[in-house]
T-cell receptor, first 112, second 113 residues
Framework: DTGVSQDPRHKITKRGQNVTFRCDPI?????LYWYRQTLGQGPEFLTY????????KSRLLSDRFSAERPKGSFSTLEIQRTEQGDSAMYLC??????????FGSGTRLTVV | QKEVEQDPGPLSVPEGAIVSLNCTYS??????FMWYRQYSRKGPELLMY????GNKEDGRFTAQVDKSSKYISLFIRDSQPSDSATYLC?????????????FGTGTRLLVSP
């Protein structure tokens, strides 16, 4: 297993378009997290899954954002009607139970 | 006020120096504390985690937590140019385990040969 995989690595989109990112966690990890990181800032929590259940969502996750984790394996994060303020690095992480997170390399979103 | 505060740096040191990186936090409920290292255009990598107050050592790295003063430190001995990165501290309230981490802004460290 090569760790947490995120795809694409970089996405450039026009304002108003929808985008979808994918995260493949470490296979035995039952917990999956999405964070957002803007330049010069630390990662900010967006949402958390335990297996396929989405258990917690930040208020940062507006109604334009939706995340899924069908079958408790990979996860997708969709942003509808993108805005320039959505430009950021979107990080996925996974963990097994209460162990420390392993982050992926992130998807860098640029909204033009 | 942010829950976790860090000086953004950059902190520049010569190779071989002892580095001290620090954070303060405001949430008294924090029980778990972590240090992550992040290279440019990469995801954060877990370096150390500690539970409650005390010290934890791993090779050249020592993490220290003082809950009475809400102060978190990471010491790097014999610093190397490969240690040049951004170091992020994070806390968690323990009631949710590792479900949600609150990060500082990160301190950029530059180790010159």
């Amino acid at each position: 297993d090569t760790g947490v995989s995120q795809d694409p690595r970089h996405k450039i989109t026009k304002r108003g378009q929808n985008v979808t990112f994918r995260c493949d966690p470490i296979s035995e990890h039952n917990r999956l997290y999405w964070y957002r990181q803007t330049l010069g800032q630390g990662p900010e929590f967006l949402t958390y899954f335990q297996n396929e259940a989405q258990l917690e969502k930040s208020r940062l996750l507006s109604d334009r954002f939706s995340a899924e984790r069908p079958k408790g394996s990979f996860s997708t994060l969709e942003i509808q009607r993108t805005e320039q303020g959505d430009s950021a690095m979107y990080l996925c992480a996974s963990s097994e139970g209460g162990s420390g997170y392993t982050f992926g390399s992130g998807t860098r979103l640029t909204v033009v | 006020q942010k829950e976790v505060e860090q000086d953004p740096g950059p902190l520049s040191v010569p190779e071989g120096a002892i580095v001290s990186l620090n954070c303060t936090y405001s949430n008294s409920a924090f029980q778990y504390f972590m240090w992550y290292r992040q290279y440019s255009r990469k995801g954060p990598e877990l370096l150390m985690y500690t539970y409650s107050s005390g010290n934890k050592e791993d090779g050249r790295f020592t993490a220290q937590v003082d809950k009475s003063s809400k102060y978190i430190s990471l010491f790097i001995r014999d610093s190397q140019p490969s240690d040049s990165a951004t170091y992020l501290c994070a806390g968690n309230d323990g009631n949710t385990g590792f479900q949600k981490l609150v990060f500082g802004t990160g301190t950029r460290l530059l180790v010159s040969p």
